[in-house]
């Protein structure tokens, strides 16, 4: 019967769908792990395994995200903790399973690409205005402005709010380029500029200060490139510094994103030492401490899911004492991540893991001559390499099912010769 692959085909990328439609709001009831499971039963029903494999061998992402993999499996057999390492395992299965799959078939056309872009932007935007709308609700029942910020902001979704700025940012550079580059996401410009601005206040209220930075990168990246192209140099700046301007004023406008702010300037000043009873951030002494781990077990790590204890080991001889909104702490009070995903990968698994991380994220960069969406994976690595930088954010299925994903769809699936 010759429509039953078509079938099997059609129903594997509703199954996508639903997936990226999840993906923001990660709710018990909905599992988003039942669009992998039905991804997964498709792919096996439509068959052609000859061809599929034929297709995945010798695709070097697919390679590397399977090393990746390997490595945090090999990493379970000498961890002290085999409870945690095999949780990381199976919520680590996604970098595996997405380049099986999607490895396997034919690289998307335009219009698949288009349509799983805008159902993450449709998803993402709907909780943010769903998020708005809800924290107006309860700050008028209560009377508190915490509603508005950070875990307060983002009740309606399970994902933390450092993953969910990270998806924030992705889905902002996604409209914002598509707007420029003449393929915007609605045909009424003003509904457009609606939606960046909708998206672009949400950065400010998620509270992550990592994506305020990211924010001016993205529209540094998009509006001197293309603007510049169209309109010229001195109009690309001049709209960059307006929306710099902008942005910049929002934060400090805003109470939760000026205080924010003014953390981080207290935190920069008082790196090399205490100033004015001010402390600096607990990550400059996770990162430090962070590294004798990985200088003790620089070749295989501690083993998967073991680096956090070895981390906390290290952290109890840390004096500092630091302040968290309503009273003081010391680092060994606490449970800490490294609170960076390359020295995360690294007290894992070792220098190995680490080199293939480094590969995924910088080797695409080379490799994008004649690759249909070259500026969406030039921003999809600088948003996930700089996010990485201070948050171990695949260490929550929420930056697991992000990354390889996306990652799969833009780069494995993509940066490969096309078949007839």
Partial sequence: MPQWPRIWTKLFFASLIYYILLMPWQMKWLPITLGIMTAGLFWLLETKFRAKFKRLAGNKYAALLFASYLLVVLGSFYSEDTRQASKEMFSKIPILVWPLMLGSLLPFGRLEMDRLFKIFIYSVSTLVLASFLFAIYRYFTNDDAQVFYFTGFLSLSKVPPHYMGMYVTFAYALVLYRLVSGNAIFKKPSLNIALLVLLALAIVFIWVRMQYLLFIFVNAYILVQYVKAKRGRKQAIASLLGLVILFGSLLVIVPGSRSRLIDTYHELRSFEQMIENKQTNPRKFLWVEGVKVIK????????????????????????????????????????????????????????????????????????????????????????????????????????????????TLLIVQQVRPKEA
């Avoid at 080991?313 to 800490?336: C, H, N, P």
């Avoid at 948003?383 to 990485?388: A, C």
């Fill in 296 to 407: 003790e077990n620089f070749w295989t790590g501690v083993g998967t899911g073991a680096e956090n204890a070895a981390l906390n080991d290290k952290i109890e001889k840390v004096d500092a004492i630091f302040w968290d909104g309503s009273q003081t702490y010391q680092l060994y009070e606490m449970r800490f991540n490294y609170h960076n995903s390359f020295l995360q990968i690294f007290a894992a698994n070792g220098v190995f893991a680490f080199l293939i991380f480094i590969a995924l994220l910088l080797w695409p960069f080379f490799d994008l001559k004649g690759h249909p969406y070259r500026t969406e994976v030039r921003l999809f690595l600088w948003i996930t390499i700089l996010s990485f930088f201070t948050e171990s954010m695949l260490q929550r299925q929420a930056g697991v099912l992000f990354f390889a994903f996306f990652y």
